[in-house]
């Protein structure tokens, strides 16, 4: 029997097995951020811990930094988390990219951009959506703060084996269907919780065709279906994206790597716990109208009726989101009206997304009474943007365009959307309260999030050229 | 951590699905540094109206409810975001167990580290739970050792553990304290694969 890619990396990393316990696994690469680790520290200092593995453990500052104004932070509890976060990597000796930091950025976008994400790597974060280094053929998984502390003292984990599911998409994606909306369509079709208890490896040719950016906003989002961690076996296209890297190896090294990387693809005879198979050509842009993000519908449908839920709970369910998103079952998607746009977050703010909006919004305007934000992922994805002349074009379009962070998607920071009010976004939750208290999230790609924009609702960007576009 | 073998305490019934730890614990409050002092904000949104006044159709406000332990929910507790501040806020708050049907993979592995016991009881055993706890305040009890929920009304249902987590429960262990004494067998691994 053959090997999926979780059995290849799981078998190379157990430091220690034992009937009746987990595996002791060993981590190579421990990404921080000021919101989950301040706990952990603490917990090491109280007990006299060093950090076991400095050199394979990275830091830096994303979910409350402002993205606007730096010099000057108002949120003085904010403030006091960011400084505990330099006090403890200054301590510890972890490298950090701060505020200030050319690096900068929210922690999944800067962890492939500098090449700290490598194929075969265990990689954790306390943070559910490290998910998102999976694109890369690595094992990366979100973590609590107790294991943040673990990790940090020993560079291990105990982990039990997680069952694995094989995720196979393949046919064409149709003009204007983006990764974004594969993933909501396959959180539509199976549920927030199908995922739960497995890693899901995403393949199949629609994943072959996809850029890493575009594999990465897929399993950025695995966890919204559940799944700790999703992944891609690595290809020609990965290879390529890490060549000349900051943290990648060069030269000759460099290509006894690819040869290791190589033989860590899933064997063709691989088992798997289960497989689900999804017909590519099947997927419209999606626009989610619920409050998790599983209620989501096809741009050119409508939200469900009462009348098509099959339980109880479900129907329950509808009638709480519908209340809260101030919304009428049976209604039009694209009757929804938009007063916020938000292009951002792990799931959609790198340079290839913010390409893909800037071509939209390129020339026109944004919708009267809708105010736009453009975040990029990181200060390297603004500086390449702006070096584009990107940014001219958001802003001559009416968005605004500010520093790197994770802003609107949990609008732990000033950028919140108020109550009652709509949001397309390209964020990866649409939970009750995430964008600010009685905020109304929509889940859409970058692309249908800027014809959003222009529009003041939803269009179908597959029929741009028939739509009269502001 | 204080190892424990048995609780007893007041159930409340939050009867929702996919309660999301946005809901367990909001963002605004994610900014602290410690790890005590989260109780207050448990499910703050729909525990608090506007401007910080209690809402009182939310059951943690009615007073047959005040001193529960004991928290029980439906299918996908606990899903979305890692945060610890969830386990820690329930903790803070009083629960010592939450029981659903079912619960989302890394919250419920931050209840365990947290002792805070995470049960999963099948459907129908949830539902008859709702059902009566809804009636009227309801006193269960946990056997940890013997993985059982019972009460005096003669309601009983056995619950899945895996053996390490209930020795580590039982126990009150340190996890690092544990892996540390494998500290061999660690640099052996680091030097074995250059790392
Ligand atoms: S962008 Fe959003 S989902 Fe991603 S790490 Fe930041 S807060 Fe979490």
């Not at chain 1, 960011?82 to 962890?111: W, Y």
């Not at chain 1, 599983?294 to 009348?307: H, L, Q």
């Not at chain 1, 290839?352 to 992922?377: C, F, N, S, T, Y």
């Not at chain 2, 009460?151 to 126990?171: C, Q, R």
Request: include cysteine; charged fraction near 25%.
């Amino acid at each position: 029997m053959g090997k999926s890619i979780v059995d290849k990396i799981w078998e190379r990393h157990i430091v220690h097995k034992e009937a009746g316990k987990p595996d002791l696994l060993y981590i190579d690469l421990h990404l921080v951020h000021e919101v989950t680790s301040p706990q952990a520290f603490s917990g090491l200092r109280m007990k006299n811990r060093k950090v076991r593995r400095p050199d394979k453990t990275f830091a830096t500052m994303d979910h409350n930094v402002p993205t606007i104004n730096r010099q000057q932070i108002d949120d003085q509890v904010a403030l006091n988390q960011m400084t505990t976060l330099e006090k403890n990597c200054r301590e510890f000796g972890i490298e950090l990219a701060g505020i200030d930091s050319p690096e900068q950025g929210i922690v999944h976008v800067i962890g492939p951009e500098l090449g700290l994400t490598q194929p075969g790597k265990t990689i954790v974060c306390g943070d559910s959506h490290t998910s998102t280094h999976g694109a890369f053929g690595a094992l990366a998984f979100g973590i609590g703060t107790s294991e943040v502390e673990h990790v940090l003292a020993t560079q291990t984990l105990w982990q039990s084996k997680p069952k694995t599911m094989k995720l196979e998409i393949n046919g064409v994606l149709a003009n204007g269907v983006t990764a974004k909306d594969v993933i909501l369509y396959v959180l539509a079709n199976y549920g927030i919780k199908f995922g739960t208890g497995y890693v899901i490896e995403y393949c199949g040719d629609v994943i072959k065709n996809l850029s890493m950016e575009e594999r990465m906003t897929i399993c950025n989002m695995s966890i919204e279906g559940g799944a700790r961690a999703g992944l891609v076996s690595p290809d020609e296209t990965t290879f390529s994206y890490l060549r000349g890297r900051k943290h990648v190896p060069k030269g000759e090294i460099f290509d006894q790597y690819v040869e290791n990387w190589k033989s860590l693809a899933s064997d063709e005879d691989a088992e798997y716990d289960k497989v689900i198979e999804i017909d590519g050509s099947d997927i419209a842009p999606m626009v989610s109208w619920g409050t998790n993000p599983s209620m989501t519908a096809k741009v050119d449908g409508s939200i469900p009726t009462e009348a098509e839920c099959a339980t109880e709970l479900e129907k329950e369910s509808l009638a709480r989101a519908l209340a809260y998103m101030g919304l009428k079952e049976g209604q039009k998607i694209q009757d929804i009206k938009i007063q916020h746009v938000f292009i951002g977050s792990c799931t959609n703010s790198r340079i290839e997304d913010i390409r893909a909006a800037a071509e939209m919004v390129k020339g026109k305007q944004v919708h009267p009474g809708v105010r736009a934000l453009v975040v990029p992922g990181s200060q390297f994805v603004k500086r390449t943007a702006e070096e584009e002349g990107l940014n001219r074009i958001f802003e001559e379009a009416g968005f605004e365009w500010r520093d790197a962070g994770c802003s609107m998607c949990l609008s732990m920071n000033a950028d919140v959307v108020p109550s009652g009010e709509h949001c397309a976004s390209t964020s990866n939750r649409n939970f009750e309260g995430r964008q600010g208290a009685g905020a109304r999230t929509h889940l859409v790609s970058p692309q249908m999030a800027a014809a959003a924009a222009l529009n003041g609702h939803f269009v179908d960007i597959r029929n741009l050229n028939k739509v009269e576009v502001l | 951590m204080t190892g424990f073998q048995e609780l007893g305490g007041k159930a409340v019934v939050l009867d929702r699905a996919n309660v999301d730890t946005d809901q367990i614990i909001p963002k605004q409050f994610l900014k602290r540094i410690e790890k005590t002092g989260f109780g207050k904000f448990l499910f703050y949104d729909w525990r608090y109206k506007a401007e910080g006044v209690p809402n009182e159709e939310f059951v943690l406000n009615k007073p047959e409810n005040q001193g529960a332990t004991i928290l029980i929910a439906n299918e996908n507790f606990g899903c979305g975001s890692s945060r610890e501040h969830a386990p820690w806020a329930l903790l803070d708050y009083g629960f010592k167990a939450v029981i659903a049907p079912s619960f989302a993979d890394i919250f419920k592995q931050n209840c365990l580290k947290n002792g805070i016991l995470p049960i999963v009881l099948q459907e129908e055993e949830v539902k008859l739970l709702i059902a009566k706890g809804k009636e009227k305040a309801m006193i269960l009890h946990i056997d940890l050792v013997e993985q059982k929920v019972t009460n005096h009304e003669g309601f009983k249902a056995t619950f899945p553990i895996s053996d390490y987590w209930k020795t580590m429960l039982v126990n009150g262990w340190d996890e690092i304290e544990i892996t540390l004494q494998l500290d061999d067998k660690i640099s052996a691994y680091e030097q074995a694969n250059n790392l």
